[in-house]
């Protein structure tokens, strides 16, 4: 008996269906993640003042142990980066999580500078695979007409967190103390990653997919070789290494610094100057999003994937680094809050657009190698920024100097994107996104 063609087509309809669901679903669990890893980061950051003082830390020591969680990011960012290629989501998401939840755990325990700091270390090794596991999970369930929008919100989750967690975090410190609060999301984060380990599945084998992926793997013909030498001899690759570098140097500045910054500088209260502090990040979540919409839409008004990244990257780092020099010369303490926000969000969208140059320079297999080269520049700048900042304030007796260098290192940033991301490097990722595409178009066909 001969199926009906009604049927053929409602039972394909079930399974794109599927598919979607399952598409969305991974990127809500990756986008809490994501808030959870930030809620972690900054927890320091939104204590830092409390903890100085029952640490008896000066701004050097703080400065230090703001900055090891991204030292910690930076040592295994390779290691991440291959293994997330090669041994997929699941498994290393979901290790990932309860690993660096047991070290946040271990921060509401410690007694000194040196115990802070260990404990910070291994947050940021065990935090080192999420967005590039999650980045490549994105790349084989989403295809590439919408794969910026759905990395964009993913990577929003990095402004989200941190917007959403300073009134609850503030509101357990004032209630149980500081060390409580690290307690509190270690044991947030361990259910999260047993809720993933028991959920997710890569597209090939789980059910709800079907026996198609909803993006392939690009076969041949992507810009950027299968390995990590043939990544480090692209031009592209260093490029996004080092203006990756003042991406997060900027974004790791108010991450780590605002709240004291609004203490000491702008005279608010601890506890106001947490909850203000989520204005910035609300505005950088805004930003991120915007980033693959706005990434997305130029794709589809004509530019080249590459140039619909590396456009708005420039045109953001430059936007964020006049608004922070502003904000640190503004008498008032609304305009410069005011003007932080604006950098943030022009900062977030840089990131986003920066961080979808992977999908677009390095072939599926291989692009959580590529980001996590690209991104151990990120760590990088995410490790000088909170340790530069504390001995330059520390030293100066004001946050004015750090912030105008912070401002100098994303237009050096943007000036990287701007020239490096051009010529022979665009001819690739043009070939890359044409044959992309054209594996996608014919993945659907065979559907």
């Given amino acids: 008996m001969q199926m009906a063609p009604d049927d053929g ?76 290629d090669r041994l997929g989501g699941r498994l290393l998401l979901g290790g990932g999580l309860v690993f660096w939840s047991a070290a946040q755990i ?14 910070r270390l291994f947050l940021g090794l065990g935090e080192t695979p999420l967005f590039l596991a999650g980045t490549r999970i994105l790349t084989l369930w989403y295809p590439p007409a919408r794969r910026a929008t759905a990395i964009g919100m993913f990577n929003a989750s990095a402004s989200l967190g941190p917007a959403i967690a300073p009134p609850i975090l503030v509101t ?30 890569d597209p090939s084998t789980a059910r709800a997919a079907g026996p198609e992926e909803v993006a392939r793997p690009t076969p041949v013909g992507a810009s950027l070789g299968a390995t990590l030498g043939a990544i480090v001899r692209q031009p592209a690759a260093w490029v996004s290494f080092s203006g990756f570098v003042g991406v997060i140097y900027l974004t790791w500045l108010y991450a780590s610094w605002l709240p004291a910054y609004l203490q000491t ?10 909850l203000l502090s989520a204005l910035p990040q609300v505005a950088a979540f805004v930003g991120s999003v915007m980033g693959g919409v706005v990434t997305d839409f130029l794709g589809r008004r004509g530019y080249s994937r590459l140039e619909a990244c590396r ?11 006049f608004a922070t020099v502003g ?13 932080m926000c604006v950098a943030t969000a022009a900062g977030g969208l840089a990131m986003t657009c920066a961080w979808v140059l992977g999908p677009v320079l390095a072939t599926t297999r291989t692009v959580a190698t590529f980001e996590a080269f690209q991104n151990m520049g990120g760590s990088l700048g995410g490790a000088l920024a909170p340790s530069v900042t504390g001995i330059l304030t520390q030293y100066s007796g004001s946050f004015v100097p750090a912030l105008v260098l912070a401002a100098a290192v994303g237009l050096t940033s943007a000036v990287i994107y701007a020239i490096g991301l051009r010529g022979t490097s665009a001819r690739q990722a043009a070939r890359r996104a044409d044959l992309d595409h054209r594996a996608s178009v014919m993945a659907g066909v065979a559907r």
């Fill in 265 to 274: 500088a702008r005279h608010f209260s601890g506890e106001n100057a947490g």
């Fill in 327 to 339: 904000a640190a010369y503004w008498p008032g303490a609304g305009g410069s809050l005011a003007l």
């Fill in 311 to 321: 456009l708005p990257v420039v045109a953001g780092m430059v936007c964020a680094a």
């Fill in 106 to 119: 271990a921060s509401g325990f410690m007694h000194g500078a040196t115990g802070l700091f260990v404990s």
């Fill in 9 to 84: 087509r409602r039972d394909a309809g079930a399974a794109d269906g599927a598919r979607v669901g399952m598409a969305r679903l991974v990127l809500i669990l990756l986008m809490i993640a994501g808030c959870v890893s930030y809620a972690d980061r900054s927890a320091l950051a939104i204590a830092g003042m409390a903890i100085r003082g029952d640490l008896g830390l000066s701004y050097v020591a703080l400065g230090w142990g703001l900055s090891s969680f991204a030292w910690g990011y930076l040592l295994f960012q390779l290691p991440a980066g291959i293994l997330s």
């Fill in 172 to 201: 357990i410190m004032h209630g149980w103390g500081w060390r409580s609060m690290f307690v509190t999301l270690g044991l947030v984060g361990v259910v999260l990653g047993l809720t993933w380990w028991a959920i997710y599945r």
